[in-house]
């Protein structure tokens, strides 16, 4: 007989009607501090695990239950045990925002995590800027305390110029903030670089990663100090509750004066944020010449708060100030009110679910850094300046200790809003306006088409399924902006009829006694289809025990041995929000089974002791060897126990050495029987897996697999990247191929990738002429190509590294450039402008006249040259194009003797020097 008892957790009614949104009730950061707000005022925590001087964020479902918690690298989940596959993620604890999670839309169970990376080298030199990602956690993974999805790890966002050098080092500043869209569907999370907003939004599909990006006027490039430190990434971006404004704090816009302190260029500013289309716009500066740091709004979106530092000009710290700015003011500027200055550094403010506000940061005086166990809050954060009753250091969170940062989250979860109760299919569910009564008339949607003007109603769904819920206050006959929830409701699965779970009895010490061994994560598989990610299976032996396990902890391990034959367990189904639940039952039951021992496998020795085993291949043979049906299935295991229990399946290609496995055995998904398997090794050719060639344009065609020398090549068969099946083949170009060796007796193999790289032929582009006078600087210009040396008019050398040739008399010049693996030499003639030392006029056709050497650069045409004797007397004036001077004056053969000249070129250049008249 089936047995069903439905039953709901009665004592939720009253959580929900005391706080808004739960999923940001419980807080984890600094050195191990955490709060819950869950019951309205603060309860310190002392459970957490974080030690983080800045960033963190966490998330509880809508019932205010821990889920997990973050400080951007590493993961914690409920039980504050480490995330399944939570670590190694791409934040940084002294990012000022290093995470923030997201729900996704229409997937309940389902988070993303995005984190953000340090934006600079302080403290680590060596390790590179990774920016921001975002990673999927499903809560369903691990038995219900959820783990980061495989393949759904570090997915890269782009919130940078790639083509920008600088921009695609740095990728980000410190900032990122979330809200729910206006579409009431999707969320949008923003991010600042530079001069730009990146907003990325999340769907039911998941991430968008194509921004919509919003380019401003103000730009805040990365700027490192003396200490490696980014000095305008720090300070906290946060959008506000109502989704309209979004302020940024920059803890520095420049690197400062000597006469002003470097730590006092930080600026605030304000912006405009559109949650339908993710724009920002409308920049309006509220704050300069400080440090501020953290940034908050008021629960209605009317206020903003700011904390910034005071540094004097030697950058010491003299205080920090808390302001309060009124949005509504016509000169937000100018409506700051200062409401507490004290010598706590200024640190994070955070809006909570109780509508307060509260503040990091530490004295510094009296080793507060080390020690502080207190946090400060603002009570009344929507009054004007005057009441908002700040405390300050006034939240107790020891014996842990309060650093930089506090969490945030989802700026819509602020919002006065409203709250849902029985979300069971088949119940009324209702819905109850948190908050003060600020309305004349309401109108609800409720996402199925049904309409109500009932302050608080009930609504009945006709079926299961996800729906957006708005709800439309209307005050002085002005309708609001809608305020949305999406929602729901659900159906948990129906248990098949006498359901029983098989397991074989042959492994134990007293095989058919109906006592065995069973994984229940099984009966987990077969009962819950995909569709139903968002409902835990939890197992207990009566009823009784069920209904007693209100947290779910006590619950049977996946492991189970039985205690009488054909046992019954109660079975608890819960959605994922702990909202409806109900018990069920299964039976297991132990049957006979068959003891396989096919015959030993061998497979291909590709490294020492190892081969390869296709096990897919091996399961067609053993259940031909052993003549089993084709409704049978086996799976492989490393161990007996995994294969009983099912589970830690090998792979298809299995690498291995010599060794035994075992099977498991299933008939139409019920146990058939179990069996091992011995592998063994059979030798196959030790061959690389990567062949790397270098041949010149005139070497080809090329010959590949002629390297192999495999002992009889005749027993293996060649697949070749090309389509041909020889043992080698030529090739013409450069490029990738790839050659698969099979044995065909033992269906495996091996591929080995063929790299052909041409080489490259350097090339002389041009030459760089600098001329000092009577020689030159020459720079010789090349193609991109690394390796290169150089030479001068003689291509034997001798080579140097340098492209730069100095002391370069003038006259005509060869220039060679080379690499050592070359197939040419590249050379490069051209006539150097400078003047001859000596010219010897005595008619015999060689150095009849002297003349600067010639030169096609057009800058180095000589203007005019003045010829002068010792005594400084004007012998010759040589006008441009001039064949040049003849040793004579005025007819009359001058004496050889030195002589001086002094010309300009077309440059503007003037030039002087002397040569040798020789006879």
Not at 588 to 610: F, I, R, S
Request: net charge negative.
């Amino acid at each position: 007989m089936k047995f069903l008892f439905i039953f709901f957790i009665s004592f939720l009614s009253l959580s929900l009607q005391l706080n808004a949104q739960q999923e940001a009730a419980h807080w984890y950061f600094g050195d191990g501090a955490g709060l819950s707000f869950s019951e309205g005022d603060p309860q310190n925590l002392d459970n957490g695990r974080l030690r983080t001087v800045e960033g963190s964020t966490s998330i509880s479902d809508q019932n205010g239950n821990l889920l997990f918690y973050t400080d951007g690298t590493i993961v914690f989940d409920r039980n504050h045990d480490l995330m399944q596959n939570g670590t190694d993620l791409k934040g940084n604890v002294s990012t000022t925002q290093s995470a923030i999670i997201v729900p996704r839309p229409a997937h309940p169970g389902r988070y993303f995590i995005f984190t953000v990376d340090k934006p600079d080298y302080y403290l680590t030199p060596n390790d590179e800027i990774e920016g921001v990602h975002f990673s999927e956690v499903d809560m369903s993974l691990n038995n219900g305390n959820g783990g980061i999805i495989e393949g759904r790890k570090n997915i890269h966002l782009i919130t940078y110029n790639p083509s920008n050098s600088v921009e695609n080092e740095f990728k980000s500043s410190e900032k990122i903030s979330a809200v729910i869209s206006g579409d009431c569907v999707s969320y949008w999370v923003v991010t600042q670089f530079t001069d730009k907003f990146y907003s990325f939004r999340v769907s039911e599909s998941g991430v968008e990663t194509t921004p919509v990006i919003s380019t401003l006027s103000n730009n805040f490039p990365p700027i490192l100090d003396d200490n490696d430190i980014n000095v305008t990434a720090g300070g906290y971006l946060k959008i506000s509750p109502d989704g309209k404004k979004m302020v940024a704090a920059y803890t520095g816009t420049s690197l400062g004066n000597s006469n002003s302190g470097t730590k006092n260029t930080g600026k605030v500013f304000l912006y405009n944020f559109n949650d339908l289309t993710g724009r920002v716009t409308n920049e309006e500066l509220l704050l300069e010449n400080s440090y501020p740091y953290g940034v908050g709004f008021s629960p209605t979106s009317s206020k903003l708060y700011i904390t910034a530092n005071i540094f004097n000009s030697n950058d010491f710290l003299e205080n920090s100030e808390l302001y309060q700015f009124d949005l509504a003011s016509n000169n937000v500027m100018d409506s700051r009110e200062l409401i507490h200055s004290s010598r706590n550094v200024a640190g994070a403010l955070q809006l909570a679910i109780n509508g307060k506000v509260y503040r990091a940061g530490y004295p510094t005086d009296d080793g507060g850094y080390l020690n502080h166990t207190r946090l400060s809050v603002i009570n009344e954060p929507d009054e004007e300046a005057q009441n908002v009753d700040y405390r300050h250091n006034s939240v107790d969170i020891s014996p842990n200790h309060s650093k930089l940062g506090l969490p945030p989250f989802v700026q819509s979860l602020f919002k006065s809003s409203f709250e849902v109760e029985n979300l069971c299919f088949g119940m009324n569910t209702k819905f109850t306006i948190s908050g003060e009564p600020d309305f004349d008339s309401v109108l609800w949607e409720f996402g199925d088409g049904e309409t109500s003007n009932t302050p608080n109603p009930s609504h009945a769904y006709s079926e299961p399924g996800i729906y957006t819920v708005a709800l439309i206050k209307t005050s002085n006959g002005i309708p609001q902006d809608p305020v949305c929830k999406e929602i729901t409701i659900l159906k948990l699965p129906e248990i098949a009829q006498d359901y029983t779970l098989q397991q074989c009895d042959i492994t134990d010490n007293d095989p058919g006694d109906g006592i065995t061994t069973f994984n229940l994560q099984l009966a987990r598989n077969e009962l819950l289809s995909s569709e139903n990610s968002s409902v835990q299976l939890y197992f207990y032996e009566n009823d009784q025990n069920a209904m007693d396990d209100v947290e779910n902890t006590q619950a049977l391990s996946s492991t189970y041995r039985n205690n009488i034959s054909n046992q019954e367990l109660t079975v608890k189904m819960v959605d994922f929000n702990g909202e409806c639940s109900k018990l069920d039952k299964i039976r297991l039951e132990a049957t006979g089974g068959v003891q396989l021992n096919p015959a030993p496998v061998k497979g291909c020795e590709l490294t020492d002791g190892e081969g390869e085993f296709n096990l897919t291949d091996i399961e067609q043979n053993i259940i031909q060897e052993l003549g089993l049906n084709q409704n049978i299935t086996l799976s492989f295991h490393q161990t007996e126990n995994d294969a009983i229990l099912g589970e830690n399946y090998l792979p298809e290609i299995y690498l291995s050495s010599s060794k035994t496995i075992y099977i498991r055995a299933e008939a139409d998904n019920s146990c058939y029987g179990f069996g091992s398997i011995d592998l063994q090794i059979a030798a196959f050719p030790r061959l690389n897996n990567i062949m790397e060639l270098q041949a010149c344009v005139s070497d080809f065609p090329i010959s590949l697999g002629n390297d192999l020398n495999i002992p009889n090549a005749e027993n293996y068969d060649f697949s070749w990247s090309t389509g041909e099946n020889s043992q080698t083949i030529l090739v013409n170009t450069a490029g990738s191929y790839s050659l698969t060796i099979t044995d065909p007796n033992l269906s495996c193999g091996q591929s080995i990738n063929f790299i052909v790289e041409e080489f490259q032929n350097p090339e002389i582009l041009d030459l760089e002429i600098e001329n000092q006078g009577e020689t030159n600087q020459v720079t010789v210009l090349t193609n991109d190509l690394s390796g290169l040396s150089f030479a001068m008019d003689n291509p034997d050398g001798p080579y140097q590294s340098s492209p730069t040739f100095r002391n370069v008399p003038g006259g005509t010049h060869t220039f060679y450039a080379r690499t050592d693996n070359s197939c040419t030499v590249a050379q490069f003639e051209e006539i150097i402008f400078g003047f001859p030392a000596f010219f010897t006029p005595n008619a015999d056709g060689y150095n009849d006249h002297w003349l600067p050497y010639e030169t096609n650069t057009t800058e180095f045409q000589v203007e005019y040259i003045h010829i002068f004797d010792r005594y400084g007397k004007l012998l010759k004036e040589l006008p441009a194009n001039s064949p040049g001077w003849d040793g004579t004056y005025n007819g009359r053969v001058m004496p050889p003797s030195d002589y001086w000249f002094k010309g300009k070129l077309a440059n503007g250049q003037e030039f002087s020097g002397h040569f040798t008249l020789k006879r």
